[in-house]
């Protein structure tokens, strides 16, 4: 299973746009500033979004089609599943 996740600074924050075959490692990777210079300097690490997908090509589509919404856009897709900013890692490992 491969994954699509966004990333936020805080709600209405800075957003970040990802794929990867481990959500929950992926996560926690970018909360001890591992592997992306974007989220470590911008302080983005909250998970709030996730979209599975069976290949890794349906997710790279997905991951390019995101970032290539505009920010309201995204903003949308987050508060339609997780209206009040949900930390989803907190989800996945508690």
């Given at each position: 299973m491969y994954y699509v996740y966004i990333l936020a600074s805080r709600r209405n924050g800075t957003l970040y746009v990802g794929v990867t075959n481990d959500v929950s490692r992926r996560t926690f990777e970018h909360r001890q500033g591992i592997g992306s210079a974007f989220t470590r300097r911008y302080g983005v690490a909250l998970l709030v979004q996730m979209e599975p997908y069976e290949s890794i090509a349906a997710a790279i589509a997905?991951?390019?089609?995101?970032?290539?919404?505009?920010?309201?856009?995204?903003?949308?897709?987050?508060?339609?599943?997780?209206?009040?900013?949900?930390?989803?890692?907190?989800?996945?490992?508690?």
């Open positions: 997905r991951e390019k089609q995101l970032k290539g919404w505009n920010r309201a856009w995204k903003i949308r897709l987050i508060e339609r599943d997780n209206p009040d900013w949900d930390d989803l890692y907190e989800r996945l490992n508690g």
